[in-house]
T-cell receptor
Framework: EAGVTQFPSHSVIEKGQTVTLRCDPI?????LYWYRRVMGKEIKFLLH????????ESGMPNNRFLAERTGGTYSTLKVQPAELEDSGVYFC??????????????FGPGTRLTVL | GENVEQHPSTLSVQEGDSAVIKCTYS??????FPWYKQELGKGPQLIID?????GEKKDQRIAVTLNKTAKHFSLHITETQPEDSAVYFC?????????FGAGTILRVKS
């Protein structure tokens, strides 16, 4: 079974530019999450999708960040315009539905974003 | 909101020794406590987890203990091997959201 995949693995952009990150969850997982790790600190929650609906976006830093999950499959996270403080590693995770498995999140390899 | 503190930030042990990483959480509503291992260039990998109705769980060389009263949980790795070297993250979860500790860099010296 394929794991969570993310594209690109690295992205270097200049301040003010736009970047779009993509995540493909494990097939059949209804729950998809975005997290971010900045400057070697803790991994922080950004938002959670259940299928195509945003369940919780309380961790999104500001309105420069837009996440979508059209059709309930893959998800994109767009940063527009990018700022220096957006640099970090963006992780995507997915988990199956069901009360018992709900919390077990499987992470992708991450996208390392560098804003110059 | 929930806050998770993780100690130590770095840990060096000799191959064969045990390693212990400790975490404290703040929200008593948290009911799920996973541990993730992140190797260089890879994403965090779930290695063991424990739910709030269990005090201890073991899987081969790794074990996790949970003290709900103290809001404290720990990861124990016995007979450490060089391939255990990685960054380890604890997390506390309630519902959909995981709150992570800052991570522990574990180095196993051979």
């Amino acid at each position: 079974e394929a794991g969570v995949t993310q594209f690109p693995s690295h992205s270097v952009i200049e301040k003010g530019q736009t970047v779009t990150l993509r995540c493909d969850p494990i097939s059949g997982h209804d729950n998809l999450y975005w997290y971010r790790r900045v400057m070697g600190k803790e991994i922080k929650f950004l938002l959670h999708f259940v299928k195509e609906s945003k369940q919780d976006e309380s961790g999104m830093p500001n309105n420069r960040f837009l996440a979508e999950r059209t059709g309930g499959t893959y998800s994109t996270l767009k940063v527009q315009p990018a700022e220096l403080e957006d640099s970090g590693v963006y992780f995507c995770a997915s988990s199956p539905s069901g009360a018992f498995f709900y919390n077990e999140q499987f992470f992708g390899p991450g996208t390392r974003l560098t804003v110059l | 909101g929930e806050n998770v503190e993780q100690h130590p930030s770095t840990l060096s042990v000799q191959e064969g020794d045990s390693a212990v990483i400790k975490c404290t959480y703040s929200d008593s509503a948290s009911n799920y406590f996973p541990w993730y291992k992140q190797e260089l260039g890879k994403g965090p990998q779930l290695i063991i987890d424990i739910r709030s109705n269990v005090g201890e769980k073991k899987d081969q060389r790794i074990a996790v203990t949970l003290n709900k009263t103290a809001k404290h949980f720990s990861l124990h790795i016995t007979e450490t091997q060089p391939e255990d070297s990685a960054v380890y993250f604890c997390a506390a979860g309630y519902g959909n959201k995981l709150v992570f500790g800052a991570g522990t860099i574990l180095r196993v010296k051979s």
